[in-house]
């Protein structure tokens, strides 16, 4: 399991969640619809990522980082990822569909 945060680079904004399938869940952010939060304010940047053994740590992980400030999520980007870059830039997702035609 993951915990991850997705960011909006200029305007900084985020979309912090937690998946089982951090490249998946990275591609279904990158096409996102406008319809969505992250498609309607161009979340699509993996910037910070961590791997927990079991699922309940990363759940309890994510819901303490979305009750966290601004500054304190920043922070913690920075420590790993000082010029936030997307960590998934060279990621290969040949193959990938969207959540949305998998189910259809």
């Given at each position: 399991?993951y915990?991850?945060?997705?960011a909006?680079?200029?305007?900084?904004?985020?979309?912090?969640?937690?998946?089982n399938?951090?490249?998946?869940r990275?591609?279904?952010?990158?096409?996102?619809?406008?319809?969505?939060?992250?498609?309607?304010?161009?979340?699509?940047q993996?910037?910070?990522?961590?791997?927990h053994?079991?699922?309940?740590?990363?759940?309890?992980?994510?819901?303490?980082?979305?009750?966290?400030?601004?500054?304190?999520?920043?922070?913690?980007?920075?420590?790993?990822?000082?010029?936030?870059?997307?960590?998934?830039?060279?990621?290969?997702f040949?193959?990938?569909?969207?959540?949305k035609?998998?189910?259809?």
């Open positions: 399991m915990t991850y945060i997705m909006h680079i200029k305007n900084k904004l985020f979309y912090v969640g937690v998946t399938d951090i490249k998946q990275t591609f279904d952010h990158k096409n996102a619809t406008y319809k969505t939060h992250t498609g309607r304010y161009n979340i699509n993996l910037v910070w990522f961590e791997k053994v079991e699922p309940l740590e990363a759940i309890k992980r994510e819901k303490l980082i979305k009750k966290w400030k601004r500054e304190y999520k920043i922070n913690l980007i920075e420590r790993i990822n000082p010029e936030w870059i997307d960590l998934s830039e060279d990621w290969d040949t193959g990938y569909i969207t959540s035609k998998r189910f259809e």
